[in-house]
């Protein structure tokens, strides 16, 4: 039951459950009033859900470090960079990533996420229903990949098997090691694809990302192909799975929300604050792991060294001390300091480009849907973890449009 | 009324320019520059929209 959710004798909040992912701010709000800085239930991880405690440990990568072996989960053979790694070595990385991260370049691939939003709505938009998981926030952040990548869009289906491999391996037996020897199979696959990658370009330059890092230099020196890897392994899985999630949680609250959905109907110029707020009450991405480097104490709670923190973020960005009216979603919020992208030197790489395509999906759906519900008798359901809603039948009148 | 950014602080999320273009620009990574400290009386409401949407409070307002 998620009302002992943390639970009320040990303070341990279970962050695995179903009801949990489906609706994780009472939780929040309990975690902030009773045990601030607790513990995970099966894990025993130190969970920390206090805007100004995740904040300072977001700021303080010496003590919460980023750098830890999430190889064998994610089916990598190194970190990947730079997210894996820690200042000083990932500020060198993040000046030459940033700027092909920059607002300014996201807006020259946002016709491009546009075009395929409506290809994508195109599909099913005269059937009057659709999964909107699977047919629209799955495919859609792999086409900003793709033209971020300078890749043809013939190459969707192969990402979208090989993101699956690395998050979802298709299990076919009971042996607990299968899912690690298929992600790392998977890992192998994206390896080589991206060698050949780096050989073409190699052989002739290209003006694209892997032609960007084959020129770029930290401190005199050029990248090695294990650091573009580790780069571009990092851009394949970081930025499909949190934009189809905030995409999914998104259309969910507005399905069940119609009041706050026709206002951005009949205001679209609304939508951008919008995704701020729903950024802020969904925090798709609701933690953070960190290891933690050296004993500390926080309010009171000792957090020994090696052990892996889990940071919040969805707690922080719910905490009332840090937001008024902090369980209230207002597309008018003024002052709206959210951290669904993190903070401090591990900003999300990808946030400008998240935010252009939550605008361009979110604009382009609106004007083609305005009006649509969580289809009758059926319950979206939410993964634990990054919150992917991973069913959500969505149905509206289906009408002929006189124009796309 | 004076506008400031700490650069040790910002990070680069980019809600001051995209809020408040007329106050507040970027540099080639995406972090914050401000070109004029002094905020003309008609772009203070800007300013403070900055200020209050920075979520590393690098943003830092005087009034006068």
Same mark, same amino acid.
């Given at each position: 039951m998620a009302a002992n959710n943390p639970d009320?004798?040990?303070?341990?909040?279970?962050?695995?459950s179903p009801e949990f992912a489906a609706c994780p701010q009472p939780v929040f709000r309990r975690l902030h009033e009773q045990c601030p800085v607790t513990r995970a239930a099966f894990t025993g991880s130190p969970v920390i859900s206090r805007y100004d405690d995740v904040m300072w440990a977001l700021r303080h990568p010496e003590i919460f470090s980023s750098e830890m072996e999430m190889a064998v989960a994610l089916g990598t053979e190194r970190p990947m960079i730079p997210q894996q790694i820690d200042p000083p070595a990932q500020t060198a990385f993040r000046k030459i990533l940033d700027p092909r991260f920059s607002r300014r370049r996201m807006s020259e691939i946002e016709p491009a996420i546009r075009a395929h939003a409506n290809a994508l709505i195109d599909e099913f938009i005269d059937k009057g229903e659709c999964e909107f998981d699977h047919e629209f926030a799955i495919p859609l952040p792999c086409t900003a990949f793709l033209s971020l990548m300078g890749l043809?869009?013939?190459?969707l289906d192969l990402f979208l098997e090989l993101k699956d491999g690395i998050i979802r391996p298709r299990v076919t037996s009971d042996d607990p090691d299968e899912p690690t020897r298929l992600r790392a199979a998977t890992g192998q696959r994206i390896y080589g694809y991206f060698e050949r990658m780096i050989d073409e370009r190699t052989r002739a330059p290209r003006d694209d990302m892997i032609g960007y890092l084959l020129e770029a230099e930290i401190e005199g020196k050029k990248l090695s192909r294990s650091d573009i890897l580790d780069i571009c392994f990092l851009l394949l899985l970081g930025g499909l799975d949190t934009v189809t999630s905030t995409l999914g949680c998104n259309i969910a609250f507005l399905a069940a929300n119609p009041e706050h959905r026709r206002r951005i109907v009949e205001k679209p110029e609304l939508i951008p604050a919008a995704i701020e707020e729903l950024l802020r009450w969904e925090?798709?991405?609701m933690g953070v792991p960190r290891v933690v480097k050296q004993d500390v104490s926080i309010r009171g709670v000792e957090i020994k060294a090696g052990e892996i923190a889990m940071l919040l973020l969805g707690a922080a960005d719910t905490d009332a001390a840090a937001f008024p009216n902090a369980d209230a979603v207002s597309?008018? !919020? &003024?002052r709206n300091r959210h951290i669904a992208f993190g903070a401090g030197p591990h900003r999300c790489l990808g946030s400008h480009l998240a935010r252009m395509e939550l605008t361009a999906a979110m604009e382009e759906w609106h004007r083609r849907i305005p009006d649509y519900a969580i289809k009758p008798g059926e319950t979206p359901r939410v993964s634990p973890g990054? !919150? &992917?809603?991973q069913y959500l039948p969505i149905v509206w009148e289906a009408r002929r449009e006189s124009m796309p | 009324m004076r506008v400031r950014v700490d650069s040790e602080l910002?990070?680069?999320?980019g809600r001051c320019y995209v809020l408040a273009p007329s106050v507040f620009g970027e540099d080639e990574r995406g972090h914050c520059v401000i070109a004029n400290e002094v905020v003309p009386p008609d772009r203070e409401s800007q300013a403070r929209m900055g200020e209050a949407n920075c979520p590393e409070g690098a943003i830092e307002i005087e009034e006068e």
């Open positions: 009320p004798k040990t303070g341990e909040v279970n962050l695995f043809p869009r013939e190459e925090t798709p991405v597309f008018d !919020r &003024e990054i !919150r &992917e809603v | 910002c990070v680069g999320h």
